[in-house]
């Protein structure tokens, strides 16, 4: 597949990947500097250090698969390094908050995230945009528990306040 140019047509055709072959695709994708790709092949073999190096250099087109594997692994390095990478911290460029909020919420942070909902919100209201902020309270609720309720009263009650 390497030689006649095929590796993406012979990636897409394994059911499953032994770690083996997951490597030498990952370094193929790696080598062709398409890192996204790697990303996935090295998430598959257990290497996710190395996937989440590469999906942070493949760019934001691939931090949602970031924030699900890193919810997946549950480690914390993992989680610190991505939110680094999220807050701007890593290549001085923050994301999109939603970003953070969405990995809170993946990684079950649910107080993190209500918290992170409420600034989103005041920051969309401040801009005159608030239609487009209950987004993330949508999503808190749509995730509830009884553990949750809190995160809910706490957004019910910074509105009333305002």
């Not at 997951?22 to 790709?37: D, T």
């Not at 996710?48 to 691939?62: H, I, P, T, V």
């Amino acid at each position: 597949a390497q030689t006649n140019n095929e590796m993406e047509t012979y990636a897409n055709s394994l059911k499953e990947v032994t770690p083996e072959e997951a490597l030498r695709i990952a370094q193929y994708y790696e080598g062709k500097n398409q890192f996204g790709e790697a990303a996935v092949f090295y998430e598959k073999m257990g290497n996710f250090q190395k996937a989440l190096k590469l999906f942070m250099q493949a760019g934001e087109d691939y931090i949602d698969q970031s924030i699900e594997m890193v919810a997946r692994a549950k480690n914390d390095v993992l989680t610190q390094t991505l939110t680094n990478y999220l807050m701007g911290e890593t290549d001085g460029v923050p994301k999109d908050p939603n970003y953070t909020f969405k990995l809170y919420i993946a990684l079950g942070n649910m107080k993190q995230a209500a918290r992170l909902a409420i600034s989103i919100a005041d920051h969309a209201q401040e801009q005159g945009k608030y239609i487009n902020a209950p987004v993330s309270y949508t999503h808190l609720r749509a995730h509830e528990t009884p553990e949750h309720l809190v995160c809910r009263l706490l957004l019910e009650k910074k509105n009333r306040s305002q």
